[in-house]
């Protein structure tokens, strides 16, 4: 079967294999104490040449956006996040669990809007008998759905949160995706516009490790003590920073996100080329395809994907290309698409033919 689950499910880039085998046996600091935690924050601080950053390293994104929101937030405060955000979806309560509610309103395209924000707040301040206040909006750029924020649409968000006393918090599992996605804005301007944000590594070409970019001053002390007492300090944290210094030294970070885009983006043209209705239309590297039940039969012995949720009587499925996803690979995809909506309409066309005889 040739693979498009998911863009971590393989090891890492070439320049992070190879820090790792030179440094594999020096000795090192603990608890990200070391140099290459410091080179690594050094490096992702250039990109950000107009804030000044407190910068830290995680393992894992859902222990990344846990200890983020138990630092920002007291008990009684609430994140505003979409129905469809990561930490309402795919991290079983995690935040809950951590003594916060999450809010959520509709995704569009799956993205919070301006509107559905201001709505989510005037709802919680004016209810009298919710004992909560909104103190935190938490974002994925890229969404969940592969879509990206416009650089309006940011700015609005952040215009909103300081007009009402609130952080923003956007989720970067996929940043180097969204950044090459043919955005007008860079990290440096995200800086901005964010509070607090991450960097995800495992999800383009990193062994693992996210990268906490905190920008509001306001929000710097302390968070390595939320950190320790979340079990999110690695021992061996100058592993993490090696995965950075492999990331940005030499912009890998955002060269392998452009692969991983284009050849998402040679797929999708293909599928639309071939009929195929989406549901969703990506400029990142996940693409959701609907597939009748033909197409989903041929496809599914032949093709690694996930499947995303059923629409009417169709199923959608996820594909994902990643800095590893070959150009022979793609080729084959769109061959196999090819041949099951092929067999697709023959499948119709039969269909219709039996009705006729009957009908005669």
Same mark, same amino acid.
């Given at each position: ?42 490096? $992702?601080?250039?990109? /950000? ?37 990561? @930490? ?42 919710? +004992? ?5 909006? +938490? ?17 609005? @968000? ?11 918090? @956007? ?27 991450? @960097? ?65 983006? $040679? ?21 959701? /395809? ?71």
């Amino acid at each position: 079967m040739i693979f498009f689950r998911n863009d971590y499910g393989e090891g890492c880039i070439e320049p992070i294999l190879k820090l790792l085998q030179e440094k594999n046996e020096e000795q090192n600091p603990g608890y990200g104490t070391d140099d290459y935690c410091a080179r690594a924050a050094q490096l $992702i601080q250039s990109k /950000l040449p107009d804030t000044p950053a407190d910068i830290h390293f995680i393992a894992s994104g859902t222990l990344t956006n846990v200890v983020m929101i138990r630092h920002v937030l007291r008990p009684f405060e609430v994140v505003i996040a979409t129905d469809s955000a990561h @930490i309402a979806t795919h991290e079983g309560g995690a935040i809950e669990a951590s003594g916060h509610k999450i809010i959520t309103m509709p995704a569009s395209s799956g993205k919070l809007t301006a509107m559905a924000l201001r709505k989510a707040i005037h709802n919680i301040v004016n209810d009298e008998s919710s +004992y909560l206040i909104p103190k935190l909006v +938490y974002i994925s750029n890229a969404t969940e759905l592969g879509t990206v924020y416009t650089r309006t649409e940011l700015e609005e @968000i952040s215009a909103i949160c300081k007009e009402n006393d609130m952080y923003l918090m @956007i989720d970067g599992a996929r940043m180097a995706q969204a950044l090459m996605s043919g955005i007008d804005y860079t990290l440096n301007d995200i800086a901005k516009w964010a509070d607090l944000f991450w @960097i995800g590594g495992t999800k383009n070409g990193a062994l693992f490790g996210e990268a906490v970019v905190i920008t509001n001053d306001a929000l710097k002390p302390h968070f390595r003590l939320i950190q320790k007492q979340s079990g999110a300090i690695l021992a061996k944290g100058w592993l993490l920073g090696l995965q950075f210094i492999g990331l940005f030294e030499h912009d890998d970070f955002y060269h392998y996100a452009k692969y991983a885009n284009d050849l998402a983006s $040679i797929i999708q043209n293909e599928a639309l080329r071939l009929g195929y209705p989406l549901f969703m239309k990506t400029t990142t590297n996940q693409l959701f /395809l609907v597939l009748d039940q033909a197409q989903f039969d041929y496809l599914k012995d032949k093709v690694d994907f996930e499947i995303w949720t059923n629409w009417d009587e169709n199923i959608v499925i996820r594909l994902v290309t990643s800095w590893n996803t070959s150009k022979t690979a793609v080729s084959t995809l769109c061959q196999y698409l090819q041949l099951a909506m092929d067999l697709s309409k023959k499948n119709d066309e039969d269909l219709q033919d039996k009705e006729e005889v009957t009908e005669e």
